[in-house]
């Protein structure tokens, strides 16, 4: 609680405001004035009685107002007018303040201001109400005139806020690299995955946006979504000539809003994906005997005969096909598919189990499967592992062995050339496609550096206070949704 005295003001001489400000955490405050030189002598008679003025209460029904802030204005009723007239604003219904006549007891007041929207007038609410139902209200009321307001300063600042726009970068931007920037010195360079805020889109194809890490940078320019997603696909096409990558417009931005993740809630989900044989497992393997305690992976469903090692729970959960098939059409496997005559699938149910027990769960799937979990429930963060260059890979995978797909019923040999030229073009296909959910890129060169660049990488996502998540996550709860969404289409 903060409390100021004012002195009287030398141009309005018959008013002394004693100001109680309440900061709630809501953001809401109540501002009492008394307007009268006699009230002055009297407060002032208790105030040094009482060395400080005392606080009223906040008033109880103030914190309910959740989404704004209110102020409650105390006016004691002298023979003077108010001062000010009022309208209904016709888009929103509300009561509002039109007019503040100069030198009236409002405008001395300082209190009540133009466009200031109406709640309450002595407890009685102002909603559906006419202005002319409304002044009676004032005339009957005497002495102290309590009004409920929201301020009009308070909504313009709200209505900034929502404008307020935070976008994930897809892609790195150099402007020493961009001949067609107009001023080099005022553009903004970014790396892939910074978040940007957005200040201006006035332009079409130069905004102004500002990096969120460097705390009160100026802003610069950007290309805009349509400037960047040409570049981008010019590049595109000037690597591949051929058109097999299709019409998909290269991702550029996302927009994103901040998350502050409660102790008590759920860990992210993981979600490893990359080509066949790149080492998704490998690096699952890695994470899971690192920390078995802290991370845990599913337990996939299938259709096929328990073996006698096996255990029901631990290495599969063994389900008849008429109940896989009613799990399938329930849409209740985030992937399934067919080996050797049975199913197996990965199920929703097995990924909560793991979230449930507090464990990091590691899951890994086709790209074109983490939409069933891109959901604000899951809030995925998607790594995706890529693999380096063709020598690298040669140099790294001499010794390693992998098992092989369905045509050579699950055989393990050594990689061929073949397989490391699929398992790049794979990769570049994947980016391309599915780049804008990937959080993080690890290229699994050297095993060991790719297993602690990702462990270290996923203990600084649990350790980060504020994170950005995909704004169409929230979309699903209203209030935030009103919120974060809206402006724009949540990936640009
Ligand atoms: N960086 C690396 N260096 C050397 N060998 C590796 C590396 N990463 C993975 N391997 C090996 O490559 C083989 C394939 O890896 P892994 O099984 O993890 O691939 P995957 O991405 O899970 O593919 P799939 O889903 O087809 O199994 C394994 O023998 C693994 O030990």
């Given amino acids: 609680?903060?409390?100021?005295?004012?002195?009287?003001?030398?141009?309005?001489?018959?008013?002394?405001?004693?100001?109680?400000?309440?900061?709630?955490?809501?953001?809401?405050?109540?501002?009492?004035?008394?307007?009268?030189?006699?009230?002055?002598?009297?407060?002032?008679?208790?105030?040094?009685?009482?060395?400080?003025?005392?606080?009223?209460?906040?008033?109880?029904?103030?914190?309910?107002?959740?989404?704004?802030?209110?102020?409650?204005?105390?006016?004691?009723?002298?023979?003077?007018?108010?001062?000010?007239?009022?309208?209904?604003?016709?888009?929103?219904?509300?009561?509002?303040?039109?007019?503040?006549?100069?030198?009236?007891?409002?405008?001395?007041?300082?209190?009540?201001?133009?466009?200031?929207?109406?709640?309450?007038?002595?407890?009685?609410?102002?909603?559906?109400?006419?202005?002319?139902?409304?002044?009676?209200?004032?005339?009957?009321?005497?002495?102290?005139?309590?009004?409920?307001?929201?301020?009009?300063?308070?909504?313009?600042?709200?209505?900034?806020?929502?404008?307020?726009?935070?976008?994930?970068?897809?892609?790195?931007?150099?402007?020493?690299?961009?001949?067609?920037?107009?001023?080099?010195?005022?553009?903004?360079?970014?790396?892939?995955?910074?978040?940007?805020?957005?200040?201006?889109?006035?332009?079409?194809?130069?905004?102004?946006?500002?990096?969120?890490?460097?705390?009160?940078?100026?802003?610069?320019?950007?290309?805009?979504?349509?400037?960047?997603?040409?570049?981008?696909?010019?590049?595109?096409?000037?690597?591949?000539?051929?058109?097999?990558?299709?019409?998909?417009?290269?991702?550029?931005?996302?927009?994103?809003?901040?998350?502050?993740?409660?102790?008590?809630?759920?860990?992210?989900?993981?979600?490893?994906?990359?080509?066949?044989?790149?080492?998704?497992?490998?690096?699952?393997?890695?994470?899971?005997?690192s920390d078995p305690d802290h991370y845990g992976v599913t337990v996939p469903h299938t259709t096929r005969e328990k073996r006698r090692q096996e255990k029901e729970g631990v290495d599969y959960h063994f389900v008849s096909v008429p109940m896989f098939e009613e799990d399938i059409l329930n849409h209740r496997f985030i992937e399934y598919g067919r080996y050797n005559g049975h199913y197996y699938g990965t199920s929703l149910d097995s990924v909560n189990r793991v979230m449930a027990e507090g464990k990091v769960c590691l899951l890994d799937v086709h790209p074109g499967k983490i939409k069933h979990v891109y959901t604000c429930e899951y809030k995925p963060y998607v790594v995706f592992v890529k693999p380096p260059g063709i020598e690298e890979l040669r140099l790294t995978r001499r010794r390693a062995k992998f098992i092989c797909g369905e045509e050579d019923k699950g055989s393990v040999r050594v990689f061929s050339e073949e397989d490391f030229e699929d398992m790049i073009s794979l990769a570049d296909d994947m980016e391309s496609q599915c780049g804008h959910l990937f959080e993080k890129v690890i290229v699994n060169g050297d095993i060991a550096m790719a297993f602690r660049e990702l462990k270290a990488d996923l203990e600084r996502v649990e350790q980060t206070e504020v994170q950005w998540l995909p704004a169409e996550w929230m979309c699903s709860s209203p209030t935030k949704a009103r919120r974060s969404c809206g402006h724009l289409d949540s990936w640009i």
């Avoid at 009009?152 to 307020?164: D, P, R, V, Y």
């Fill in 1 to 289: 609680q903060r409390q100021t005295r004012q002195q009287p003001d030398s141009q309005h001489p018959d008013f002394h405001f004693v100001w109680s400000v309440l900061l709630a955490a809501i953001n809401t405050f109540t501002v009492f004035v008394f307007p009268s030189q006699s009230l002055l002598s009297v407060h002032d008679t208790v105030a040094q009685r009482d060395f400080e003025p005392t606080l009223p209460p906040i008033p109880d029904d103030v914190l309910d107002e959740d989404e704004d802030s209110v102020k409650i204005v105390s006016l004691v009723k002298t023979n003077e007018p108010l001062g000010a007239t009022i309208k209904k604003d016709k888009s929103t219904g509300a009561i509002v303040v039109a007019r503040i006549m100069r030198g009236g007891a409002a405008d001395k007041s300082g209190l009540i201001h133009e466009g200031d929207e109406l709640k309450e007038v002595n407890g009685i609410s102002l909603e559906h109400r006419k202005p002319k139902e409304i002044l009676p209200l004032l005339a009957c009321s005497k002495g102290e005139v309590k009004f409920k307001i929201i301020p009009a300063s308070f909504k313009e600042e709200m209505a900034s806020n929502k404008k307020k726009l935070f976008l994930r970068a897809l892609f790195d931007y150099d402007p020493d690299d961009d001949p067609a920037v107009p001023c080099k010195d005022a553009a903004i360079g970014f790396k892939r995955g910074d978040v940007l805020q957005v200040v201006s889109m006035e332009d079409d194809t130069w905004w102004q946006a500002c990096h969120l890490r460097d705390g009160n940078a100026r802003g610069g320019l950007i290309p805009s979504r349509q400037k960047s997603s040409r570049a981008r696909e010019a590049a595109r096409r000037r690597r591949w000539s051929t058109g097999v990558h299709g019409p998909t417009r290269p991702p550029t931005y996302i927009e994103v809003i901040p998350y502050h993740r409660d102790p008590k809630e759920r860990h992210r989900l993981v979600v490893l994906v990359g080509p066949d044989g790149v080492g998704v497992n490998e690096l699952k393997r890695r994470l899971l005997l």
